[in-house]
């Protein structure tokens, strides 16, 4: 007979709880998280950069990311690499390190160069792993002048504390059906925030009775006819499409409006040029194809993948989607609700980061093909360290942590962390923001869910 646990034993369990987990704990495994995966998948991610130059095309290729200790330049130019956020707190310094990326340069399939640079410097956050203060003993810690109470969590941005605040988001790579009721016809939607690397793309599909079907994506505003964009990822065939969108014959006929305007769209190649004419409109064509197999396969659902090979998987997925509108109208299915916490996720460090390595690294890709280009009219060798300017990403990323503001124009995802007392600090460092603003009501989203 399984023994009874009494009021003590679960203080006991609370009390171990707090002491195995801790309370800020998620702060810390989504960045340790991020420096040692995130980052290096966001940059296999970029894959090779061909850069066309007038001597002829270099690739630029990346491979293993390294994470230094924190460090700090002083003003004669030595480095000092013992360096503890007391010391950044005192001075007004950014507690950061740097990190290394090797990068190769091919020339005619051969390798020129083949160097490991730096190309910036990411935040630490304090007590993270590649924090010397995780390692440390609490009288370790207090020789150092730090309080071994202190939870950790935060980063030190030029001196101030800042903590980056969880943002509640809608899920990712999740279908979620809505519908909407208005001039006696109800239009159902389905959306998809499709999520990779540290890019979202909304994929919307949208359905009004006895209207054609139309997805939206990217900056194709009026939308592509949903039989013309299966066509253009490779699914010819009307029976495979009415099949897979749904086993219910009275749902696949609702299809009929849709096939009725793809009429004249047969092949993929016409697919291909229809997408292309809404997309670089007055363009040769094949600028226009390119530009459509270029949307096709790096915007349109890229949480699937982003080569041709992933278009077939891509077009099922569509047909997922098609089929859950559909099955949602004719009463089969009801709708998603958005404000279901099943719907719901809390964006911590690592998505944040990846968003914003993302852009630092666009920007140095920039950077990197401009210099290039100069070295080339000098004549001079052509060598990585002279090309890679790691301020451009240490910059960029410092200023985002100063202010808050980051790319997508969100404001205050970083906060001065409040040290009134103990529990002010825990509670900062627990919170979660809300995107619901605080004008209206939202009785809905504010209810029981």
Known sequence: MMQQLTQDDLWEVAKSMLEDEGLVNHHLRSYNY???????????????????????TVILKFGQVEIGSPRIEEVDGTINTRLYPSECRLRDLTYEAPV???????????????????????????????????????????????????????FIINGSERVIVAVEDLAPNRIIVTKKEGDGRAQVQAVV??????????????????????????????????????????MTNDRDIATLVSSQKHVQELLEPSFKEAEGVETEAEALDYIGNRIAFGYAEEFRREKAEQTIDNVFLLHIGTSKAARYNKAVYLCEMIGRVL???????????????????IKLESPLLMELFRMGLMKLLRDIKYQLERIVTTRAPIGISPVVRPGIITEFVRHAFATGNWPGGRVGVTQLLNRTNYLATLSHLRRAQSPLSRGQPHFEARDLH
């Not at 995130?38 to 296999?44: T, V």
């Not at 994929?203 to 066509?231: A, C, D, Q, T």
Request: hydrophobic fraction near 35%; include cysteine; aromatic fraction near 6%.
């Open 34 to 56: 991020f420096v040692k995966e995130g980052l290096q998948s966001l940059i296999n991610s970029l894959g090779d950069q061909e850069i066309k130059l007038k001597q002829g």
């Open 327 to 345: 099955e949602t109208s004719v009463g089969l299915r009801t709708p998603d609700d958005r404000d279901h916490y099943a719907n719901k996720r």
């Open 100 to 154: 290394y990326v090797r990068m190769q340069i091919y020339q005619e399939g051969k390798m020129i160069a083949n160097e490991k640079v730096e190309i910036g410097s990411i935040p630490v956050m304090v007590k993270s792993d590649i924090c010397p203060l995780s390692r440390m003993t609490p009288d370790e810690l207090m020789a150092i002048g730090e309080d071994p109470r202190d939870p950790g969590g935060y």
């Open 193 to 234: 925030l499709s999520s990779a690397h540290g890019r979202q793309v909304r994929v919307e599909v949208n359905y009004k009775e006895r209207n054609p079907i139309r997805v939206y994506f990217s900056r194709i505003y009026k939308g592509v006819p949903v039989v013309i964009m299966l066509r253009a990822l490779g």
